[in-house]
């Protein structure tokens, strides 16, 4: 079976967009249209001649039209094999006509949750009758051309033209692909719902997620590997997939990835005051918040000028000409922010090949979630880590209470840790990341390394000192042993910001009260692997 002619089509759709237009270029054509309930009022009020299904089947649409094509005479059209004779036999001794073309889309499940409504509702909008159909006509692809998507329609019409009124079989192959795609999807979006919304679940017994491919990229993080971009089915919160890129090259998976990090953190921070974030490969190399952009900016890539080249750019507020100006003045891969004024889009339009990305909303830090990771035989599963420390939560565990400074200092520098890659050592100081240690076995490295970046800033910079000198220093994790806080000591912290619970806490809340430095346990961790 190759070609097969269209003579007899099911239209049955919750989104109308083009079924008008579709089912007029059907009919003339002589293709019989058979219909339901909303559909056919439609497609009547256009003037088009149509089959109620119910004449079809001979039973009228029942029970608030949760019955109406549950039926042999339409499920016996859809998956008899037309050349095998007993299922032919069948078919004449029950009048059962073949229906070649199905258009159908579902309920809108999704749609419905999204607005809020209440539980019957969202159960009414449960389909069953179209993803039957669905399945039915995909299952029998080698008879039937089954359609779910309106943007198909126009590649219908073009298979028809080009082929006499008839389909081939690699066209509806694809199309009972994308249809069981489309039914797995649904399917997920209400085993998701009924497990998280209605049942409360936190880690349900069977987890399905359904997302749409949104564009394959170049490479994966090699060049070896390939890669792509896929979107939730549903709505999703404001992210880089959402952004408009404004000009530059095809964002790549290491693009997407780091960038991902920067809007994350630069998240964290409220617009009343503007915040930039520098991020190479997933680490952020540079965060300051400043009473203007250009000087949030100038003071973030002073922290670490060397990594920051080819590195990733965002804002928690609308960029300016200024900023613009002074971020081109660098190789940056990256800019992502909510909007831009004019002086801003012009500056970055000198520079081709850098991508811009504006977002209409930053992120929600605090929202709630799953990630996954996948593992060798197996998924990782896991709640966002949303959590959030204020003053009031801080234990000051030494015998010198840190001033308010150094509070500000500290709760700046631990904001900055969530996002840094275990094992996370982050000096701040007013506002700024004076040295940031990242992805070091061991705590004390992290600190060397944090502070050699800041001695290495002062030098570039030409500072009498490195800023470590009075700053808080932000440790992700506990101190496990003294030698990572003395580290931070030698470089000139005054005050420490770790979760504690380390067996040696005793140990090295002596080592701070020895060196005459401040100290506060968070009671929460941020690893990031």
């Known amino acids: 079976m190759t070609d097969v002619a269209i003579k007899r089509a099911l239209l049955s759709v919750s989104d109308k967009t083009g079924i008008v237009e579709l089912a007029g270029r059907l ?3 002589g293709v019989e249209l058979v ?34 094509t549950l039926h042999p005479m339409v499920h016996g059209g859809l998956l008899a094999v037309r050349d095998d004779p007993d299922h032919a036999a069948a078919m004449e001794a029950h009048d059962i006509g073949a229906i070649d073309l199905v258009i159908v889309n579902l309920y809108p499940f999704v749609n419905t949750v999204a607005s809020g409504a209440d539980r019957d509702t969202i159960i009414e909008n449960i389909d069953i009758g179209g993803p039957s159909m669905v399945r039915s006509s995909a299952k029998n692809h080698a008879y039937v051309t089954i359609v779910t998507d309106p943007g198909d329609y126009s590649e219908l019409y073009d298979e028809l033209a080009e082929h006499n009124g008839a389909t081939t079989l690699a066209f509806r192959r694809r199309m009972a692909a994308k249809a069981f795609a489309a039914t797995a999807a649904y399917d997920s979006a209400i085993s998701s719902w009924f497990a998280f919304a ?8 069977a987890l399905t997620v359904a997302t749409n491919l949104g564009n394959t990229l170049r490479y994966g993080e090699n060049p070896h590997q390939q890669a792509a971009l896929y979107l939730p089915a549903g709505p999703a919160s404001p992210g880089v997939p959402q952004a408009e890129q404004v000009q530059g090259k095809e964002l790549s998976y290491n693009n997407l990835n780091d960038a991902d990090a920067a809007l994350g953190l630069a998240a964290e921070f409220p617009a009343d005051k503007p915040a930039i974030v520098i991020v190479k490969h997933a680490n952020p190399c540079g965060v300051a918040v400043a009473d203007t952009l250009l000087e949030a900016w100038q003071r ?4 670490d000028s060397v990594s920051a080249f080819g590195g990733i750019v ?10 613009a100006e002074a971020i081109t003045q660098i190789f940056t891969e990256v800019v992502i922010a909510p909007g831009a004024d004019d002086a801003a889009r012009e500056a970055f339009a000198k520079k081709k090949n850098l991508r811009l990305l504006m977002l209409d909303d930053l992120p929600d830090p605090a929202r709630p979630g799953l990630e996954m990771k996948s593992i060798a035989g197996g998924m990782l599963l896991q709640s966002r880590d949303n959590g959030v420390v204020g003053e009031s939560d801080l234990k000051v565990v030494t015998k010198r209470a840190p001033t308010d400074q150094e509070i500000a200092d500290a709760l700046f520098a631990w904001k900055v840790a969530k996002h840094v890659k275990s094992n996370a050592i982050v000096y701040a100081k007013d506002g700024v990341t004076a040295g940031i240690g990242a992805g070091q076995m061991n705590r004390r490295d992290s600190s060397r390394i944090a502070a050699v970046r800041a001695r290495e800033a002062a030098e570039a910079a030409g500072w009498d000192e490195p800023h470590t000198k009075g700053s808080a220093v932000a440790s992700d994790a506990f101190f496990p042993f003294a030698d990572g806080l003395l580290s931070a000591v030698e470089a000139g912290a005054t005050m420490v910001i770790q979760p504690g619970g380390s067996m040696r806490d005793e140990e090295v809340i002596a080592a701070a009260d020895e060196a005459g430095i401040a100290m506060v346990f968070t009671a929460m961790r941020h690893f990031r692997h």
């Open 27 to 29: 009919a003339k054509t």
């Open 35 to 68: 219909s339901t309930g909303g559909t056919a009022r439609a497609l009547r009020d256009a003037g088009l001649d149509v089959r109620d299904v119910s004449d079809l089947t001979g039973f009228p649409e029942m029970m608030d039209g949760r019955v109406k």
């Open 198 to 205: 209605d049942q409360g679940a936190q880690f349900p017994e």
């Open 300 to 303: 973030a890539l002073a922290c």
């Open 314 to 323: 965002a804002s928690n507020v609308a960029l300016d000409g200024p900023t």
